[in-house]
C-alpha cells in the first residue's frame, strides 16, 4: 500500500483556485523570510558599524601628520647631515602634533629650532595632495597598530600598539581555560558516563547555571573574594589581578565546554564501548583510550567556542583585571616575563572598550575611533573561533553518521 | 566449564584487575569532585554575598535612588525600573522577529544555499561578544539614528543580543512538534499558514516561552552591551523611553568600583536581587516547562 503523504506543495497546488487564500499565504511567507532575513542585516550592521570607524581610525588626519612630522624630520635631519643610524631615532620621535614633540626632534637635529621645523612641517603639510596623505595615514596607522608594543591611545603621548591588550586578552583567556577544559572535561566524563539517568538530568541545567550568573556578579567575586585569596598566597599581587579574574572567568566557561563535550561522547557509538569492554579493559581505559579518542573533535570544538566566549567576555575583567595594558620590559626576557604574569593588572581588549564607554569619548575623536579598531580586532578574532568551532564539530558528524 | 592454562608469553599476562579497578574507582571519584567543585564555590560566595548584603536589603534598597553622598540610604529604584523597561521592550522586539525567523526556517525554507547562510549567520551571531552588540547599538542607534543613549537604544541593543537565543529556542520547540499534526491538519484542507497557527505554534508555546525566559535572564544579567550604549549614568528619576537609564548590573558594576564599605554592601544588595529574579525567572521556565512535559504524556 503506497503511504500518502501531504506535502506544504501538494496543499498550495490546492489552493490554486482560490487567488485571495494564495495571496495571503504568499504574504505570510514574505513576512517570516523578512524575520530571517533581519538576522542578516544584523550581521551586516556590526560589520558595517565596524569597519565604518575602523576605515576611519586607519585613515585619520593624526596618522597622515604624523607620517608627515616623520618625513619633515628625516629630510631636515638630512640636510644638517645628521647620519643615517641616528635618522631611525629621530624619525620615531615624530609621533603627534604636540609642542613637546617638536621639541624633542628639534633637540637631535643640529642647528634646527622646533619652530623651523614645525615650519618645514606646516610647508609640508600644504604641498602633500589628500591622496598622498590618506595612503600615508593608512600606512603609518597600521605600522602603528600592529608593530608598536605600547597602549596608550587616552594618554596625551599616545601609543597605539594593539598587543599589550591582545597579550591581557590572551592571558585571562589561557587562565580561564585552565580552569574551564579540565573541570569541564570532568564535568562531561561524569555525567554523561558515570552518573545515572536520574542524577544526570537533575545535573545539566544545576551547571549551566554557571555560566547564567551575570558577569557582573562573577567580577564581584572574583575582585572581593578571590582576589584577596590570591593576595594571601602572592603578597606582591595587586588587587586586580588577571589570576583572579581568570578563575572566575573559568567557572563562568564550564557549562560551555561540558554541555558540548557531553553531546559529543553521546555521539559515540556504544558499539565502539561495547568492544572495549569484551577486551577487558576497565571503565576509566574505556573513557581515557575509546570514548575521548573519539569524541575529539566535538572536545576541541567545545574548547574553542570556550575561549571565544573567554575572549570576548567584558565585566569580569573590567571589574576585577583593571585598566592597565601590560608595559613591556627593554630586555628580551622582561618583556616575556611581562607577558605571561598572571599575577598583576592587566587590561584586555575589552576592557579597553568598557574603558572609553565609560569615559564618554566624544564622537569623531580619535579615541572613539580607536574603539572600533579594537572591536574590529575583537570580532574578526571571535569569528574566527566560533567558525574554526563550527568546522570542526561538522566534521566530527561527518564520522559517525 | 574450566578455564584453559594459559600457555608460553600469555602465562606472564598478570591483568592486575584490582589495581585497575582501584584506579578506575579513584578516577571516577575525581570526576565526581571535578563536577561539584565549581557548584561548591559558587555556593561558598553566594553564602558569602548573602551574609555581607542581606543586611542592606531593606525598603530603602528597592524604593530609593542611587546617592553618591549617603550610600547607606542609597537603593536601586532607578535601576530597577531601568531593567524592568529594557526587558519588556526587549521582549516585545526579539520576540515577534525571533518567532518569525524560526517558523520560516523550520516551515518554509527549502534546503538550499541560501538557507544554509542564513543558518550559519544565526549561529555566528549567538557567537558575537555582547559588548561587540554594545558597539552597533552605539553606532548605529545613538549616533547614526540619533536616539542618544536612551532606554529604547539599550532595549533595541539588548533585542538583538538576545535575538538569536530565542531564534534557537523557538527552532527546537517547533521541530519537536511531531510530523503528524501537521500531516492532519494538511488532509483536513487547511493551508500552511492555518496549519502553523491553529497547530504547530500553540503545540510549540510552552518550548517557546521557556526559551524567551532564558533569553529574559540573559537581557537582565547582561551589562556590557548596554554599558557601551549608555555609559555610566547617575539617574536619579524614574527612567521613561527616551529618558538616560542605567539598569541593575550597570549599578552593582558602579558601586563595586567606589572605594567604600557601604557600596560594597550596597553592591551585594543589589547582587542578591539581581540573583533573587533570575532565579525566579528560571524556576518559572523549568516549572513551564514540567508542567507541559507532563501534559504531553497524559
Known amino acids: 500500500m503506497q503511504k500518502l503523504t501531504?506535502?506544504?506543495?501538494?496543499?498550495?497546488?490546492?489552493?490554486?483556485?482560490?487567488?485571495?487564500?494564495?495571496?495571503?499565504?504568499?504574504?505570510?511567507?514574505?513576512?517570516?523570510?523578512?524575520c530571517a532575513i533581519f538576522c542578516i542585516f544584523v550581521t551586516v550592521g556590526i560589520v558595517f558599524i565596524l569597519l565604518e570607524v575602523g576605515i576611519q581610525f586607519f585613515t585619520d588626519e593624526y596618522f597622515a601628520n604624523s607620517g608627515l612630522l616623520e618625513q619633515a624630520a628625516r629630510e631636515l635631519a638630512i640636510q644638517q647631515g645628521v647620519p643615517a643610524r641616528e635618522l631611525a631615532d629621530i624619525t620615531r620621535?615624530?609621533?603627534?602634533?604636540?609642542?613637546?614633540?617638536?621639541?624633542?626632534?628639534?633637540?637631535?637635529?643640529?642647528?634646527?629650532?622646533?619652530?623651523?621645523?614645525?615650519?618645514?612641517?606646516?610647508?609640508?603639510?600644504?604641498?602633500?595632495?589628500?591622496?598622498?596623505?590618506?595612503?600615508?595615514?593608512?600606512?603609518?596607522?597600521?605600522?602603528?597598530?600592529?608593530?608598536?608594543?605600547?597602549?596608550?591611545?587616552?594618554?596625551?603621548?599616545?601609543?597605539?600598539?594593539?598587543?599589550?591588550?591582545?597579550?591581557?586578552?590572551?592571558?585571562?583567556?589561557?587562565?580561564?581555560?585552565?580552569?574551564?577544559?579540565?573541570?569541564?572535561?570532568?564535568?562531561?566524563?561524569?555525567?554523561?558516563?558515570?552518573?545515572?539517568?536520574?542524577?544526570?538530568?537533575?545535573?545539566?541545567?544545576?551547571?549551566?547555571?554557571?555560566?547564567?550568573?551575570?558577569?557582573?556578579?562573577?567580577?564581584?567575586?572574583?575582585?572581593?573574594?578571590i582576589s584577596p585569596i590570591v593576595q594571601r598566597i602572592y603578597p606582591d599581587a595587586p588587587i586586580f589581578n588577571v589570576l583572579s579574574a581568570g578563575l572566575m572567568m573559568g567557572v563562568m566557561i564550564i557549562p560551555t565546554v561540558s554541555s558540548i563535550s557531553i553531546d559529543?561522547?553521546?555521539?559515540?557509538?556504544?558499539?565502539?564501548?561495547?568492544?572495549?569492554?569484551?577486551?577487558?579493559a576497565t571503565k576509566m581505559e574505556v573513557i581515557l583510550r575509546v570514548v575521548f579518542p573519539a569524541a575529539i573533535s566535538g572536545i576541541i570544538a567545545s574548547i574553542i567556542l570556550g575561549i571565544s566566549r573567554a575572549v570576548g567576555e567584558t565585566m569580569i575583567v573590567t571589574v576585577a583585571a583593571g585598566q592597565q595594558p601590560v608595559a613591556y620590559g627593554d630586555s628580551f626576557w622582561s618583556a616575556l616575563q611581562a607577558a605571561i604574569n598572571p599575577l598583576q593588572s592587566m587590561a584586555t581588549m575589552t576592557a579597553f572598550i568598557a574603558q572609553v564607554a565609560l569615559g564618554d569619548a566624544p564622537a569623531g575623536s580619535i579615541e572613539y575611533k580607536t574603539l572600533y579598531a579594537v572591536g574590529l580586532s575583537l570580532f574578526l578574532m571571535t569569528l574566527a573561533m566560533n567558525l574554526l568551532s563550527q568546522y570542526i564539530s561538522k566534521r566530527f558528524r561527518e564520522v559517525y553518521e | 566449564?574450566?578455564?584453559?592454562?594459559?600457555?608460553?608469553?600469555?602465562?606472564?599476562?598478570?591483568?592486575?584487575?584490582?589495581?585497575?579497578?582501584?584506579?578506575?574507582?579513584?578516577?571516577?571519584?575525581?570526576?565526581?569532585l571535578g563536577t561539584i567543585a565549581a557548584l561548591i564555590l559558587l555556593v561558598l560566595l553566594m553564602i558569602r554575598v548573602f551574609s555581607e548584603g542581606l543586611a542592606r536589603l531593606d525598603r530603602n534598597a528597592f524604593f530609593a535612588y542611587p546617592s553618591q553622598l549617603n550610600p547607606q540610604e542609597a537603593g536601586f529604584r532607578a535601576s530597577l525600573l531601568g531593567?524592568?523597561?529594557?526587558?519588556?521592550?526587549?521582549?516585545?522586539?526579539?520576540?515577534?522577529?525571533?518567532?518569525?525567523?524560526?517558523?520560516?526556517?523550520?516551515e518554509y525554507a527549502p534546503k538550499n544555499r541560501f538557507t544554509e547562510i542564513l543558518e550559519l549567520n544565526i549561529?555566528?551571531?549567538?557567537?558575537?561578544?555582547?559588548?561587540?552588540?554594545?558597539?552597533?547599538?552605539?553606532?548605529?542607534?545613538?549616533?547614526?539614528?540619533?536616539?542618544?543613549?536612551?532606554?529604547?537604544?539599550?532595549?533595541?541593543?539588548?533585542?538583538?543580543?538576545?535575538?538569536?537565543?530565542?531564534?534557537?529556542?523557538?527552532?527546537?520547540?517547533?521541530r519537536a512538534v511531531p510530523q503528524s499534526f501537521r500531516q492532519a491538519s494538511y488532509g483536513l484542507g487547511a493551508t500552511r499558514?492555518?496549519?502553523?497557527?491553529?497547530?504547530?505554534?500553540?503545540?510549540?508555546?510552552?518550548?517557546?516561552?521557556?526559551?524567551?525566559?532564558?533569553?529574559?535572564?540573559?537581557?537582565?544579567?547582561?551589562?556590557?552591551?548596554?554599558?557601551?550604549?549608555?555609559?555610566?549614568?547617575?539617574?536619579?528619576?524614574?527612567?521613561?523611553?527616551?529618558?538616560?537609564?542605567?539598569?541593575?548590573?550597570?549599578?552593582?558594576?558602579?558601586?563595586?568600583?567606589?572605594?567604600?564599605?557601604?557600596?560594597?554592601?550596597?553592591?551585594?544588595?543589589?547582587?542578591?536581587?539581581?540573583?533573587?529574579?533570575?532565579?525566579?525567572?528560571?524556576?518559572?521556565a523549568i516549572y513551564l516547562r514540567s508542567r507541559f512535559e507532563r501534559q504531553d504524556r497524559s
Not at chain 2, 531593567?83 to 523550520?106: D, F, K, R
Open chain 1, 6 to 34: 501531504l506535502t506544504p506543495q501538494s496543499v498550495a497546488e490546492a489552493l490554486r483556485g482560490q487567488p485571495a487564500l494564495q495571496r495571503r499565504e504568499a504574504m505570510i511567507q514574505l513576512v517570516m523570510l523578512t
Open chain 1, 93 to 225: 620621535l615624530a609621533v603627534d602634533e604636540r609642542a613637546v614633540t617638536f621639541t624633542r626632534i628639534a633637540e637631535r637635529i643640529p642647528n634646527t629650532t622646533p619652530e623651523a621645523l614645525q615650519e618645514y612641517y606646516e610647508n609640508l603639510k600644504q604641498t602633500t595632495s589628500g591622496g598622498q596623505k590618506l595612503w600615508l595615514a593608512f600606512t603609518n596607522s597600521l605600522r602603528r597598530f600592529f608593530l608598536d608594543n605600547r597602549w596608550t591611545p587616552l594618554f596625551a603621548s599616545k601609543r597605539f600598539g594593539i598587543w599589550p591588550l591582545v597579550n591581557g586578552t590572551v592571558l585571562v583567556s589561557a587562565v580561564a581555560m585552565m580552569v574551564a577544559v579540565p573541570f569541564g572535561l570532568l564535568t562531561a566524563i561524569y555525567l554523561s558516563l558515570y552518573a545515572g539517568r536520574q542524577f544526570s538530568t537533575l545535573m545539566r541545567p544545576i551547571v549551566e547555571i554557571l555560566a547564567g550568573i551575570p558577569t557582573v556578579v562573577y567580577g564581584y567575586f572574583a575582585l572581593l573574594y
Open chain 1, 264 to 280: 559529543a561522547i553521546n555521539a559515540v557509538p556504544r558499539s565502539l564501548l561495547d568492544g572495549a569492554y569484551a577486551l577487558g
Open chain 2, 1 to 32: 566449564m574450566t578455564a584453559t592454562p594459559l600457555t608460553g608469553a600469555a602465562s606472564r599476562f598478570n591483568p592486575r584487575l584490582d589495581r585497575r579497578h582501584r584506579i578506575g574507582k579513584v578516577f571516577e571519584i575525581i570526576c565526581f
Open chain 2, 83 to 106: 531593567s524592568l523597561w529594557i526587558l519588556i521592550l526587549t521582549v516585545m522586539m526579539a520576540l515577534p522577529i525571533g518567532v518569525g525567523a524560526a517558523v520560516y526556517l523550520e
Open chain 2, 123 to 174: 549561529t555566528n551571531l549567538a557567537g558575537v561578544p555582547s559588548v561587540v552588540y554594545g558597539m552597533l547599538g552605539l553606532g548605529l542607534f545613538v549616533r547614526l539614528m540619533r536616539l542618544g543613549p536612551v532606554v529604547l537604544a539599550g532595549a533595541m541593543t539588548t533585542a538583538l543580543v538576545i535575538l538569536p537565543v530565542i531564534i534557537v529556542a523557538a527552532r527546537e520547540a517547533i
Open chain 2, 193 to 284: 499558514w492555518q496549519t502553523i497557527s491553529n497547530h504547530v505554534l500553540p503545540y510549540a508555546v510552552p518550548g517557546i516561552l521557556t526559551g524567551t525566559i532564558i533569553a529574559m535572564s540573559r537581557a537582565i544579567g547582561d551589562a556590557a552591551a548596554l554599558l557601551v550604549v549608555g555609559g555610566l549614568v547617575f539617574v536619579q528619576a524614574d527612567p521613561g523611553l527616551f529618558s538616560r537609564f542605567t539598569v541593575l548590573p550597570l549599578q552593582i558594576f558602579f558601586s563595586i568600583g567606589q572605594p567604600q564599605l557601604a557600596f560594597r554592601q550596597l553592591a551585594a544588595a543589589g547582587i542578591i536581587i539581581l540573583l533573587i529574579v533570575l532565579l525566579v525567572l528560571n524556576a518559572t
